[in-house]
C-alpha cells in the first residue's frame, strides 16, 4: 500500500479493492517505538462511517484488551462501532482466534505491537485476513520490513502492505 498519509477512508478503499474478503484487519507497528493505536481507531471509524458493523480489538502489551469509552475518546459513539472481548484462551492459538473473529458479524480492526517482540500479534497476523504495517518515516529500514514479511508469512498471514507515517 505504502501510504505516505494515512488517510483512513482510502486505506479501507485499497483494503477493500486489493483484498475484497478481507474482514479482519491487523496494524501492527515496524518497530517498538510505534504505536498503532490511534490509526485503527480512525480505520474502525472509517469503516463503520461507510455504513459497516466494526469491532475494535486492542492487544498492547500482549494482552487483548476492549477499548473502553473513554479510551476511544468519542470513536465508539459512531454508529456501527463496538469494542471486541477476545478471552486469553482463545488468544492462545491463531485457529482459536480465527474462530472467535468469524464469530463477529463485519470487520475486525485490531492494533497490536511489533511482531519482533509481540508473541500475540503474531498470532494475531496468522488469524487475520489483511496485515497493515505501520512504518515511521526514516527509522525503518528495508531489512527490517523484509524481516516482518517473513514472520506474517511463516505463519500463514496476509501482508496487505504498509502504511508510512512522521
Same mark, same amino acid.
Given at each position: 500500500?505504502?501510504?505516505?498519509?494515512?488517510?483512513? &477512508?482510502?486505506?479501507?478503499?485499497? /483494503?477493500? $479493492?486489493?483484498?475484497? %474478503?478481507?474482514?479482519? /484487519?491487523?496494524?501492527?507497528?515496524?518497530?517498538?517505538? !510505534?504505536?498503532?493505536? &490511534?490509526?485503527?481507531?480512525?480505520?474502525?471509524?472509517?469503516?463503520?462511517?461507510?455504513?459497516?458493523?466494526?469491532?475494535? /480489538?486492542?492487544?498492547?502489551?500482549?494482552?487483548?484488551?476492549?477499548?473502553?469509552?473513554?479510551?476511544?475518546?468519542?470513536?465508539?459513539?459512531?454508529?456501527?462501532?463496538?469494542?471486541?472481548? $477476545? $478471552?486469553?484462551?482463545?488468544? %492462545?492459538?491463531?485457529?482459536?482466534? !480465527?474462530?472467535?473473529?468469524?464469530?463477529?458479524?463485519?470487520?475486525?480492526?485490531?492494533?497490536?505491537?511489533?511482531?519482533?517482540? &509481540?508473541?500475540?500479534?503474531?498470532?494475531?497476523?496468522?488469524?487475520?485476513?489483511?496485515?497493515?504495517?505501520?512504518?515511521?518515516?526514516?527509522?525503518?529500514?528495508?531489512?527490517? $520490513?523484509?524481516? /516482518?514479511?517473513?514472520?506474517?508469512?511463516?505463519? %500463514?498471514?496476509?501482508?496487505? %502492505?504498509?502504511?508510512?507515517?512522521?
Amino acid at each position: 500500500m505504502g501510504d505516505r498519509s494515512p488517510n483512513p &477512508d482510502l486505506l479501507f478503499a485499497r /483494503i477493500q $479493492l486489493r483484498y475484497p %474478503g478481507a474482514r479482519h /484487519i491487523l496494524l501492527v507497528p515496524a518497530d517498538a517505538s !510505534g504505536s498503532t493505536t &490511534d490509526l485503527a481507531r480512525q480505520l474502525a471509524a472509517a469503516i463503520a462511517g461507510a455504513g459497516q458493523r466494526v469491532g475494535l /480489538i486492542d492487544v498492547g502489551g500482549g494482552k487483548a484488551r476492549p477499548k473502553q469509552d473513554g479510551e476511544l475518546s468519542g470513536t465508539l459513539a459512531t454508529p456501527g462501532l463496538h469494542s471486541i472481548d $477476545l $478471552l486469553e484462551a482463545e488468544m %492462545g492459538d491463531a485457529k482459536r482466534i !480465527g474462530r472467535a473473529l468469524e464469530s463477529q458479524e463485519g470487520f475486525t480492526v485490531a492494533s497490536a505491537g511489533p511482531l519482533q517482540h &509481540d508473541a500475540q500479534a503474531l498470532r494475531l497476523s496468522a488469524a487475520m485476513d489483511a496485515v497493515i504495517v505501520v512504518v515511521r518515516r526514516g527509522r525503518t529500514l528495508r531489512c527490517e $520490513l523484509a524481516e /516482518i514479511r517473513h514472520e506474517i508469512e511463516s505463519v %500463514g498471514g496476509t501482508l496487505a %502492505g504498509a502504511v508510512i507515517i512522521d
